[in-house]
């Protein structure tokens, strides 16, 4: 089945380390994205990537990188200069960068840190 | 830039009433409109989509959703819901491409369907 894949679902870290979150992708699409949820607040882009290594910031990029070495695969990592890291992270994708693609999601990530 | 708002947070109903969750958006330019839904613990899935051409659009699990432009609207309906509709709902709309790459998508905060039995 084509789809996207988020690992893990949950996970837990402690204040100072850095985690990095998994998504991939078999649905061929070219354009990847990262979103926070945050309760009450919607979905906050932080980065996107429109094909292998290229990347640009979203709205919510500082402490946070990520690196497009394959078209499958768009890893997230949350660095300890994230302020607020606690969230609800979704991976997405579409079939280009274009905005008539309607955007696929994963699972998610629910990452705390403490 | 464009915007949207979710005029409500919460929106609780009985199982078989009708439902409308309100999505309005501004924007200096034509735009596309979308509702996804959110099942707890889940990523968003679409549920449907405004291009172009009949204002009215429908999904397979019988919502639909009317363009209103002079409003600036895209209400999201459904005369009769069951427990299975419970969950987030957002709107989100994105600029129509006067060129080609990365137009953002914009989304709503969500409104949360509570279908009571």
């Known amino acids: 089945d084509g789809g996207i894949t988020q690992s893990p679902k949950y996970l837990f870290r402690k204040e100072g380390q850095n985690v990095t979150l998994s998504c991939e992708q078999n649905l061929n699409h070219d354009a990847m994205y990262w979103y926070r949820q945050d309760p009450g607040q919607g979905l906050r882009l932080i980065y996107y990537s429109q094909i292998v290594n290229d990347f640009q910031k979203g709205d919510i990029a500082e402490g946070y990188s990520v690196s497009r070495e394959k078209k499958e695969s768009f890893p997230l990592t949350v660095t300890s200069a994230q302020k607020n890291p606690t969230a609800f992270y979704l991976c997405?994708?579409?079939?280009?960068?274009?905005?008539?693609?309607?955007?696929?999601f994963g699972n998610g990530t629910r990452l705390t840190v403490t | 830039a464009q915007s949207v708002t979710q005029l409500d947070s919460q929106v609780p109903v009985f199982e078989e009433a009708p439902v409308e969750l309100r999505c309005n958006y501004s924007?200096?330019?034509?735009?596309?409109l979308f509702w996804y839904v959110q099942y707890p613990n889940q990523g968003l899935q679409l549920l449907l989509k405004?291009?172009?051409?009949?204002?009215l659009v429908e999904s397979i699990n019988g919502f639909e959703a009317e363009f209103n432009k002079s409003q600036t609207s895209f209400h999201l309906r459904k005369p009769s819901v069951h427990i299975s509709d419970t969950a987030e709902y957002f709107c989100a709309v994105t600029p129509v491409p006067n060129s080609g790459g990365y137009q953002k998508v914009t989304f709503g905060i969500g409104t949360k369907l509570q279908v009571i039995p």
């Open positions: 405004y291009l172009s051409g009949s204002t």
């Open positions: 997405a994708t579409s079939l280009m960068g274009g905005s008539n693609s309607p955007l696929h």
């Open positions: 924007s200096s330019v034509s735009v596309y």
